[in-house]
């Protein structure tokens, strides 16, 4: 026998190393196909999970943005209600006017809320147009008023810059 003639008849040998070849890739494909599965019910599990996680956070997200239009509203309705008993009542418009002229004189806020619209315009214009070399002037002002303001009594402030309307000093 030729080297050639024991080729095509075929080796046992070969054949034994073909069929356990074979076996070997049967037993990697399966592995392969068992690893794909596994990761695929983990990405659903994952999938699945994060749909969780995401519904628990946009439940929270509307939980807070409901509390924050409550706070809003509660504290918008507490700044009307202080709004509206600080501008009624003389007490507080004194307060709040000598507050206003102290921190704000130059811009002459405190006229405004007095009802001198007139001399408010005059003591903002004033401030604005001066590029603030008068702006200090306006605020000696309205410093000089705060001061006055707080010290007077409720009937002598009332008297005196609601009724009589003294619009300076």
Known sequence: MTAKESDSKGDPKDEK?????????????DVISEAKETAKEAAKKIKEEAKDIAKDIDEGTKDFQEDAKSVASDFTKGAKEAYEQLSSESENKRILAGVLAIFFGALGIHKFVLGYYKEGVIMLVVSLLSFGFLAALMALVGLI????YLTKSDAEFYSTYQVNQRPWF
């Open 17 to 29: 190393t073909k069929g356990s070849h074979s076996k070997s890739k049967k037993k990697v494909d």
């Open 145 to 148: 008023e705060g001061i006055l």
